[in-house]
């Protein structure tokens, strides 16, 4: 009896390790793609969002990352939201945010990565809401418009931390067919 409680335990120990072995399937905008096996979904923060996920931070930095994916019907221009996004930070003033072309699955997006200080509120859209000001943020913010909505991410958090990701991510996004 013991021999098989402890085989069963085993079995049971094995497949939630093999679970945390693999990335979660995410589809966005019909596109499908699957996660780094590191990246930890969590409950969407608010109804605006798809999928929400952790990014562990890097040694020394103070929280980890995060990656959140939107679908936004009259989500307004890529433009408009790039715009949008600069706001989000004061840059020092001979830096510009990196802005490229890439393609997600068959979407032509458009790819902007932002350093300098986050202007932190909480709720967002609040324009009374308080403002935080964290030194040495890092957004990628990546969007498409695709048939029915216009498409968004952001990976945000500490500079250091979203460098360490920013490989895979990348890679991530390659991914989506």
């Known amino acids: 009896m013991r021999m098989l409680f402890a085989s069963v335990l085993t079995a049971v120990f094995a497949s939630a390790v093999g679970a945390a072995d693999k990335g979660v399937a995410v589809e966005w905008g019909g596109l499908k793609s699957t996660t780094p096996t590191g990246w930890k979904e969590e409950t969407p923060s608010n109804k605006m969002r798809l999928a929400q996920f952790k990014l ?11 990656l959140a994916l939107f679908a936004s019907p009259g ?6 939201n790039l715009d949008r996004q600069v706001k989000k930070f004061e840059l020092a003033a001979d ?7 890439i393609k997600i699955g068959k979407e032509d997006a458009t790819y902007q990565d932002i350093s300098g200080t986050f202007l932190k509120k909480f709720p ?4 009374n809401a308080k403002v935080t000001k964290v030194e040495n943020y890092r957004q990628i ?16 958090g500490p500079a250091k931390t979203v460098e360490k990701h920013k490989k895979e991510f990348d890679e991530w996004l390659k991914n989506f067919k």
Do not use: H, N, Q, R
């Open 141 to 156: 913010y990546v969007i498409f418009e695709g048939k029915d909505a216009v498409y968004s991410l952001t990976l945000l």
């Open 124 to 127: 967002p859209f609040d324009p």
């Open 56 to 66: 562990a931070k890097e040694a020394g930095d103070p929280e980890d990352a995060e």
């Open 75 to 80: 989500g307004g221009t890529v433009e408009a």
């Open 95 to 101: 830096k510009k945010p990196a802005v490229s072309k």
